[in-house]
């Protein structure tokens, strides 16, 4: 079956730059779409089709996507950015989503 | 405003059977793809399937785990989702979202524990 795979956590200083890679090998042809969670809290969505932010979303969150791999990134991290993120997308069909491990990020 | 309210969650027996449901408004519920996305106890988070629109056929897809036991389906005339999971394993522990993922559109999720 299908898999993205993640980093299982990053660490950042704040007012660094995070990175959260995700690989996959149907992202050259499906987008990545990226959510955050802060337990117990439901999921949110923060990035898709690879690089679009939804309103109220702040601008240091980006992504991109080139090959097999799609980037979040986080400029000027903040201690509120501290949550579990995930990855998502299809495989090469389209029929099957997964998302990835999830990646936990420390901002020290 | 975007809303979507699962219930339906509980405790059951191994091998037994639950049916959540998934209210929502503020959106076409006609128009979108509708996903059921679990999250096991301090764990990530799992797709467990899809149903697809009117315009394409109400298609349905599972993910591996849940093939065979588990079914979605929708109301559209309701505005509502369901999720049928029989043969209920300890495995399948977790807090259950219904959700428009491509959207961003998820409720607060409805708790399903499988234990004798």
């Known amino acids: 079956s299908y898999e993205l795979t993640q980093p299982p956590s990053v660490s950042v200083f704040p007012g660094q730059t995070a990175r959260i890679t995700c690989s996959g090998d149907?992202?050259?042809?499906?987008?990545a779409y990226w959510y955050q969670q802060k337990s117990p809290q439901a999921p949110l969505l923060i990035i898709y089709?690879?690089?679009k932010r939804p309103s109220g979303i702040p601008e240091r969150f980006s992504g991109s996507s080139s090959g097999t791999m799609a980037t979040l990134t986080i400029s000027r991290a903040q201690v509120e950015d501290e949550a579990d993120y995930y990855c998502?997308?299809?495989?090469?069909?389209?029929?099957?989503?997964?998302f990835g491990g999830g990646t936990k990020l420390t901002v020290l | 405003e975007v809303q979507l309210v699962e219930s339906g969650g509980g405790l059951v027996q191994p091998g037994g059977s639950l049916r959540l449901f998934c209210a929502t408004s503020?959106?076409?519920?006609?128009?979108?793809?509708m996903d059921w996305v679990r999250q096991a106890p301090g764990k990530g988070l799992e797709w467990v399937g899809r149903?697809?629109?009117?315009?394409?056929?109400?298609?349905?897809q599972y993910a591996v785990s849940v093939k065979g036991r588990f079914t979605i389906s929708r109301e559209d005339s309701k505005e509502s989702l369901y999720l049928q999971m029989d043969s209920l394993k300890s495995e399948d522990t977790a807090l259950y979202y219904c959700?428009?993922?491509?959207?961003?559109?998820w409720g607060r999720g409805t708790l399903v524990t499988v234990s004798s």
């Open positions: 149903i697809q629109n009117k315009g394409n056929s109400y298609s349905t």
């Open positions: 089709d690879d690089s």
């Open positions: 959700a428009v993922t491509t959207k961003g559109y």
């Open positions: 503020g959106f076409i519920f006609s128009d979108h793809p």
């Open positions: 998502y997308s299809t495989d090469s069909s389209g029929d099957y989503v997964v």
């Open positions: 149907a992202l050259p042809k499906k987008y």
